[in-house]
């Protein structure tokens, strides 16, 4: 049985908050569970996600960074020179998908 296709809109800043506030929690679960697919083999989550090109690559560059810093986190553990300058530019990716799209990122503490 095929997996439902993701949708995820980038372009949701011009919602009223109560309905934003909503789209962000649906948001942090698909990103949620397209993380979590790409440790499990064999999973494949099809995904359409809208927004401009712009917001388009900011989110492809933060969620590839995102499986980078958790990769080198469970090879080489947390404190590891690797992990760190792999956080550095997660941090950067993350900055950028939050200034083009105007949504927080789910993983940043």
């Known amino acids: 049985m095929p997996a439902a296709t993701l949708e995820i809109n980038l372009n949701q ?7 934003r506030l909503k789209l962000y929690n649906k948001f942090a ?5 397209l993380l979590l697919s790409l440790y499990q083999a064999g999973m494949d989550v099809p995904i359409n996600i809208t927004g401009t090109s712009s917001q388009i690559d900011a989110f492809t560059r933060a969620l590839a960074g995102e499986k980078r810093y958790l ?3 469970l090879k080489h553990g947390l404190t590891d020179t690797r992990t760190l300058g792999s ?3 997660l941090g950067g990716a993350v900055k950028k998908f939050e200034t083009e799209t105007g949504l927080r990122w ?3 503490n």
């Open 106 to 108: 789910p993983f940043k």
């Open 87 to 89: 956080r550095h530019k």
């Open 29 to 33: 679960g698909q990103l949620e569970q």
């Open 13 to 19: 800043v011009h919602h009223p908050l109560e309905e």
């Open 71 to 73: 990769d080198s986190y």
